[in-house]
């Protein structure tokens, strides 16, 4: 619908039309031990993709489950290769070292050596943030037109180790920082047809969207010191569960604000803008709601499968025990599945419809002198995304 030249996000995907999709492409997923999950996250998407409209029309996901694959294959060799250098660098040093580990010394050098991997791998997860993002927009279409984004992955990883070093150092202060600069160099390289997308504002600004961060921080603290200053356990427990909770929600409070934020400070080809209004208590009542639903759909199973399998332990040595043992492994393959499908129904869709149903583009009249983009190059199909186990989401 579109009023005052504006155009405001719809969503018109339902539960009754995912949920059958979900727990079929979940169910090929675990059966054929994630091999399905390219194709399956495919169709996924083209749905989600299909569903979301602008001014009445849909978008379109043309990604591919085979593209997926490939690039998953290529990114697993890479990786093997690189990891192993990583592997053998550690190896000759831990013998040059001549570490013994039933020392301190010894202990504390072999933990330094298990964190090296994980610092190791930051920069690939990283490029790999970059390359996901890049492969859908690139796969991407609005109108017939085509969304895309620049190369630049490496450059992204680069400022992420950085931002990301600053934050830890500040004890994450500078989170707002590093929210603000990494989200406005993706934004300034992507493209929809050929106008760029043009990231403002300043990231001080995000401050505001991270004060129930630091108030539950500075709650814990405090919890803390009243337990180790006057003894008083109580009070240090309440407190520090009340912190926990506090700072669970300034989490989600800062996400939402931030992407509202950051939308309202975003142009397109210099005349079109954005405004966001997510609310964080929509998001959290999603959340809630949706995790309860699931919860309680799988502890019914769960307990199904519990007692199906103690009565198999009670058959043991019997014709019936092999098939009722084959019964509970069905039961718990398909609790697997129904958590999976539920939640994607119940929590990823409704939260993704909210955010959408809540976006407005102004000046929509300006999209008229949009025009289509070249096809991408070179996009490797979210492979390191995968094989880094960091490509779930949708």
Request: with cysteine; glycine share 12%.
């Amino acid at each position: 619908m579109t009023v005052s030249n504006d155009i405001y996000g719809q969503y018109r995907g339902t539960l009754i039309e995912l949920f059958p999709l979900a727990l079929k492409v979940t169910l090929l997923t675990l059966i054929t031990l994630g091999l399905y999950r390219f194709w399956g996250k495919t169709r996924i998407r083209k749905y989600i993709w299909s569903s979301t409209l602008g001014d009445g029309d849909a978008f379109e996901y043309t990604g591919t489950g085979l593209e997926k694959f490939l690039g998953f294959l290529v990114a697993v060799v890479v990786l093997a290769v690189y990891l192993g250098i990583v592997q053998m660098l550690l190896f000759f040093g831990g013998l040059n070292y001549g570490f013994d580990l039933a020392t301190p010394e010894g202990a504390l050098a072999l933990n330094g050596l298990i964190y090296v991997n994980f610092i190791a791998l930051a920069p690939l997860i990283f490029y790999a943030t970059y390359r996901a993002r890049r492969y859908k927009m690139a796969r991407t279409r609005w109108r017939g037109v085509r969304f895309g984004m620049e190369k630049g992955a490496w450059g992204y990883a680069l400022r992420a180790l950085g931002y990301t070093f600053l934050s830890v150092v500040t004890l994450g202060a500078l989170v707002p920082l590093a929210t603000f600069k990494l989200e406005e160099y993706m934004a300034n390289r992507s493209y929809f047809g050929d106008a760029r997308f043009e990231q403002h504002g300043r990231w001080t600004a995000l401050y505001g969207a991270a004060k129930h961060i630091f108030f539950g921080l500075g709650l814990l603290i405090v919890g803390a010191g009243l337990g180790v200053a006057v003894d008083a356990v109580a009070l240090a427990a309440v407190a520090a569960a009340v912190g926990y909770i506090w700072v669970a929600v300034g989490v989600v409070y800062y996400r939402v604000h931030a992407f509202r934020y950051l939308a309202a400070h975003r142009s397109l080809g210099g005349a079109i803008r954005f405004t966001a209004v997510p609310t964080t208590g929509e998001v959290v009542k999603i959340y809630i709601i949706g995790t309860l639903i699931v919860s309680l759909c799988l502890a019914v199973v769960l307990f199904i499968g519990t007692a199906l399998f103690t009565t198999a332990l009670g058959m043991a040595g019997s014709n019936e025990a092999g098939l009722a043992v084959v019964l509970v492994v069905v039961l718990y393959v398909a609790a697997l599945a129904l958590s999976g499908a539920l939640a994607l129904v119940l929590i990823t869709q409704p939260t993704i419809a909210h955010f959408i149903t809540t976006f407005t583009v102004h000046n929509a009249d300006a999209l008229g002198d949009i025009r289509q983009r070249a096809s991408e190059t070179g996009v490797d199909a979210e492979g390191f995304a995968d094989a880094l186990d960091i490509g779930g989401a949708i």
